[in-house]
């Protein structure tokens, strides 16, 4: 048979040509490049699939980390830090002021009777001894024309005894009289004279209170009140009888002058001397400040606001400030720039006393005890446990204790703004 003839199977189709043998040796064994080809893509593969994982490790270690720095962050409080500085050579004191006149006067009534006219009005000018008003007294006048009969009465006895006792001294060392009986006549002219003296002085008493009538200015100045009216019923207790209590018809007050008293709380009371110019605002002048001169300090101090009353002077000769008014008075007190001083709100107040946190270079927290001197408004001096270099946070929270740390912000190596920032101190009247 041909060996080139075609074989053709079972069913008739065709195989190619050649022996089954070399067929199916030639599929069982690939050629070697092919096997090269598949280990490189395999290797590939798996190098591939080794770096995603170690960068998918890397990366879920890197966000633990930064999730439990960031937690520990979150759970450390946050703290801004100051540093006590040195106080200036003085401060501002301004404290609140009551304006009061030079000389004050209340006139009441002296007498009993009716109002018959008043003649000056609240804001008059007036001298000493202008009429301020006049009073009509029926009944005062029938006294003193009482008393004015009862001298004339006493004079004629006077005049009566005076002659007997004369007739009868006459008599003496002579029988027809025993001298007990010229004795007795003496006596009585010189008690006659006697009640001559007490009816003159009975009508000089109801001549003074007559004079009274007359209600006067008892010196040089402007009427700042009148409490009465044409008719009113007054009486020599003072004031209008329809009223509770004494009531002064008139108030005379003299602005030529204007006295300044003002509380000074006790941390300040000896720095407020008699001489010291301080300086006055007034509400209808918020312009212009008035230099004021202290012109006393009361040597005591009033036990509910411990503050000592200080009296200060101001010329008025334009009758510019008027009594009665609310005054800003600022005073220039000297304070030492060696002792340091801190913020008021760095202070703890706790059971051991006053303290601040302070923050060492590890970031932990101290407590330190201090002792304070003045109180400056927004900062206090501090005479004890701190020195120039420490640093205290800023505004510490009630919940600090010893040794925590702390997340130090924006912490200055000094604060050097503390020292300028609060020029004044307040305090009310009040003794805070």
């Not at 009868?168 to 006697?194: F, H, I, R």
């Not at 002058?257 to 006055?280: D, E, H, K, W, Y």
Request: proline share 6%; net charge neutral; aromatic share 6%.
């Amino acid at each position: 048979m041909d060996e080139n003839r075609q074989f053709r199977g079972p069913q008739g189709a065709a195989r190619p040509d050649g022996p089954p043998e070399a067929t199916n040796k030639t599929e069982a064994h690939p050629a070697p490049k092919t096997r090269w080809r598949r280990w490189v893509f395999g290797g590939i593969a798996l190098a591939a699939a080794v770096c995603l994982a170690t960068w998918g490790i890397i990366e879920r270690n890197d966000m633990i980390d930064s999730l439990a720095k960031t937690a520990g962050d979150a759970s450390l409080p946050k703290v801004t830090l100051v540093s006590p500085t040195h106080g200036p050579p003085s401060r501002k004191l301004t404290l609140p002021g009551d304006t009061q006149a030079w000389f004050e006067a209340p006139i009441f009534a002296q007498v009993t009777g009716y109002v018959k006219m008043w003649y000056k009005d609240y804001g008059a000018i007036v001298q000493k001894g202008d009429l301020l008003a006049a009073i009509s007294t029926p009944d005062l006048d029938q006294q003193l024309q009482q008393a004015r009969a009862q001298l004339d009465v006493a004079k004629a006895k006077y005049k009566l005894a005076n002659l007997t006792a004369q007739r009868w001294k006459k008599l003496a060392g002579t029988q027809a009289v025993s001298q007990e009986t010229v004795d007795v006549n003496v006596a009585d002219a010189v008690a006659q004279q006697s009640m001559v003296q007490a009816a003159q002085f009975n009508v000089a008493r109801y001549e003074a209170q007559e004079a009274f009538k007359q209600v006067v200015a008892p010196f040089d100045g402007v009427v700042t009140a009148r409490d009465t009216n044409v008719g009113n019923f007054v009486n020599a207790s003072g004031g209008s009888a329809d009223k509770q209590g004494r009531s002064e018809l008139f108030t005379v007050s003299d602005i030529h002058a204007i006295r300044i008293f003002v509380a000074v709380p006790q941390n300040f009371a000896t720095l407020i001397v008699p001489g010291m110019v301080a300086s006055m605002m007034l509400p209808q002048y918020p312009d212009r400040l008035v230099p004021a001169t202290v012109l006393t300090v009361a040597k005591a101090f009033n036990p509910e606001a411990r503050t000592v009353v200080t009296e200060l002077t101001v010329p008025n000769p334009n009758q510019e400030i008027w009594p009665g008014g609310f005054a800003e008075v600022t005073f220039t007190v000297p304070t030492d720039p060696n002792i340091l001083i801190i913020p008021e709100q760095s202070m703890l107040f706790r059971s051991a006393g006053l303290q601040v946190a302070l923050v060492g270079r590890d970031n932990k927290v101290h407590l330190q005890d201090i002792e304070i001197g003045l109180n400056l408004g927004d900062t206090v001096q501090v005479t004890k446990g701190l020195k120039a270099g420490d640093r205290l946070i800023a505004s510490p929270s009630d919940g600090l204790v010893d040794g925590e740390m702390v997340d130090v912000v924006n912490a200055p190596s000094r604060n050097t703004d503390i020292g300028t920032s609060t020029g004044s101190a307040s305090q009310s009247s009040s003794g805070k």
